[in-house]
């Protein structure tokens, strides 16, 4: 599963640091170690995050991709205990492990629909091909790392025939999960499968979403000086229109009679006495200069994100929930529980890359609202204290959701459902408000150990299985589940630094970017 948090650190500032704060989201600038918050004063009040590590990380996002990894490692060291007296972990917490993945497609949908709605529109191919390429960079190698260590283990462990030969082929590709009867050597990297199709096609579902999630706005005109120059005063500048004139192009006739307006009403240093003859003389020159500057300057780009349409947002967040549910309510429906039992059938619903994408649909919509401006200016106030009330209710939801994830995973039959994508509405909701970085839930994964294990979630979620594996028929406690933590976490650890960063850093400079975006941190700008 590829994270793109760390991309949240590469992008310049420089430009955002020069719009109105009210329009940037107040996210992390600093790089110092993380600091424990300073306890809340009262009741309502809640901890402020410590966002420091990397520039622009959103910190209680990253230390959730680690307690994700953590909870797919309990369902697996539970599930291959040898034991069924002496559990790892206790059943009842690591049953539903496998809502993780579905949290982690909405994470990922989230941070790719919130980079590009403040850096890229993704409207050109070499912007399209950038993207796909840091996307690749950051998850073949490791992925590739992954299989060289897994293959070796499952074929001295569990045996690989010559019915896997075809999946093991196109295994390197993503591909091996396109076809279900070829998924039983799928393990993890199913899930990668279904990123890399994620990846391909994210570029026409952010320009499919966008315009019908968020109202278009254009920058506001630029004031001009009595020569017909644009304005470098800032004093001068005209102030942002409102909602109806925002999606509305700038005419010469409205040029024109600002001007004239301004000449009326400001006496010439010339004649102090005649300031409208003065103005209605030169009326005839600023309509000429007025046409000429309008004519040279050059279209106003359409910016989305001045707003959201909540009403479109939760429809479609309606439509895409049931259209996650539909397959697995189909095959249920015809199959009753006995469906699970048949390995065709559950590989073609849990494993399918077109079925499970559409979770990644979830997280492109909230990540679009995450990134408007009302929803940056409300996290401004709530982090100020301006919301103490709204931060208490988003702790007590967050927690419902957790119970609930919790207690579903008890029955047989609803787990499966929501392993296979009933859960996508709470998943983006929660990457939702975690993203706001307040709250009691939010301090709490911004504690640094959770934090480290989240830079290494994605290396720790594909090497996890290996080491399970190489302890199987051995698994017989706390001892060798800490075990098989510790020795996953040393060797995801090691693949981070030694094959993911130097790998990412060399594909990126051998093939440079070609796309012309501006990284814009102010979705004012």
Same mark, same amino acid.
């Given at each position: 599963m590829q994270f793109e948090l760390r991309e949240l650190g590469n992008a310049s500032r420089s430009e955002g640091n020069k719009a109105d704060s009210s329009h940037v989201d107040p996210l992390p600038t600093t790089d110092s170690p993380n600091v424990p918050p300073t306890a809340p004063t009262t009741a309502n009040s809640a901890p402020q995050v410590? /966002?420091?590590?990397? !520039? =622009?990380?959103?910190?209680?996002?990253?230390?959730?991709?680690?307690?994700? *990894?953590?909870?797919?490692?309990?369902?697996?060291?539970?599930?291959?205990n040898a034991s069924e007296d002496i559990r790892t972990v206790p059943h009842f917490l690591a049953a539903n492990g496998r809502v993780s993945v579905t949290v982690f497609f909405a994470l990922s949908g989230f941070l790719m629909a919130y980079l590009a709605q403040q850096e890229c529109d993704l409207e050109t191919a070499p912007c399209v091909h950038h993207f796909r390429m840091k996307r690749v960079a950051r998850i073949v190698p490791t992925y590739w790392t992954a299989l060289f260590i897994a293959v070796p283990v499952y074929a001295a462990i569990r045996g690989i025939g010559p019915q896997h030969t075809f999946s093991l082929v196109l295994m390197p590709f993503g591909l091996h999960t396109w076809i279900p009867v070829l998924s039983q050597t799928a393990n993890e990297t199913?899930?990668? *499968?279904?990123?890399?199709?994620? @990846? $391909?096609?994210?570029? @026409?579902?952010? /320009?499919?979403?966008? %315009? =019908?999630?968020?109202?278009? @706005?254009?920058?506001?005109?630029?004031? $001009?000086?009595?020569?017909?120059?644009?304005? &470098?005063?800032?004093?001068?500048q005209t102030s942002e229109r409102s909602d109806n004139d925002l999606v509305s192009t700038t005419s010469s006739k409205?040029?024109?009679?600002?001007?004239?307006? &301004? *000449?009326?009403?400001? %006496?010439?240093?010339?004649?102090?006495?005649? %300031?409208?003859?003065?103005?209605?003389?030169?009326?005839?020159?600023?309509?000429?200069?007025?046409? &000429?500057?309008?004519s040279q300057q050059p279209p106003v780009p359409v910016r989305y994100g001045n707003n959201v349409n909540w009403k479109a947002f939760i429809g479609w967040a309606i439509v895409i929930q049931v259209l996650t549910l539909l397959p697995v309510m189909f095959v249920y429906l015809a199959f009753g529980l006995e469906w699970v039992e048949y390995p065709t059938v559950w590989r073609a619903l849990y494993f399918s890359p077109p079925l499970r994408h559409v979770e990644f649909w979830m997280g492109?919509?909230?990540?679009?609202? =995450?990134? +408007? !401006?009302?929803?940056?200016?409300?996290?401004?106030? *709530? =982090?100020?204290?301006?919301?103490p009330n709204?931060?208490?209710?988003?702790?007590?939801?967050?927690? +419902?959701?957790?119970?609930g994830a919790v207690a579903m995973g008890q029955d047989y039959a609803l787990v499966h459902i929501i392993a296979c994508g009933g859960f996508c509405a709470f998943a983006a909701t929660v990457v939702f408000f975690l993203s706001m970085e307040v709250g009691w839930f939010a301090w709490i994964l911004s504690q640094t150990p959770l934090v480290h294990l989240g830079r290494i979630s994605y290396q720790y979620y594909l090497v996890h299985t290996s080491v399970i594996l190489l302890f199987q028929g051995h698994m017989d406690g706390w001892v060798t589940g800490v075990a098989t933590f510790a020795l996953s976490a040393i060797v995801a650890a090691a693949i981070h630094l030694y094959v993911e960063k130097p790998c990412y850093k060399l594909i990126m400079k051998r093939w440079p970017s070609k796309c012309a975006c501006a990284v814009r941190t102010s979705l004012g700008k």
């Open positions: 410590s /966002r420091t590590t990397t !520039r =622009r990380e959103i910190v209680p996002l990253t230390a959730l991709r680690g307690i994700l *990894a953590l909870w797919v490692w309990a369902l697996h060291v539970t599930n291959w199913w899930s990668i *499968a279904a990123e890399l199709f994620f @990846y $391909f096609v994210f570029p @026409y579902l952010f /320009r499919f979403f966008r %315009p =019908r999630i968020l109202t278009a @706005y254009k920058s506001a005109p630029r004031a $001009f000086t009595s020569d017909g120059l644009p304005s &470098e005063d800032p004093k001068n409205e040029i024109t009679v600002v001007l004239m307006t &301004e *000449a009326l009403d400001s %006496p010439s240093s010339n004649n102090m006495e005649t %300031p409208a003859q003065n103005a209605i003389e030169e009326t005839h020159g600023l309509v000429g200069s007025s046409l &000429e500057v309008e492109i919509l909230v990540g679009l609202a =995450r990134a +408007s !401006r009302p929803v940056q200016q409300w996290v401004e106030e *709530a =982090r100020s204290g301006k919301h709204a931060v208490v209710g988003i702790d007590i939801l967050l927690l +419902s959701i957790l119970v």
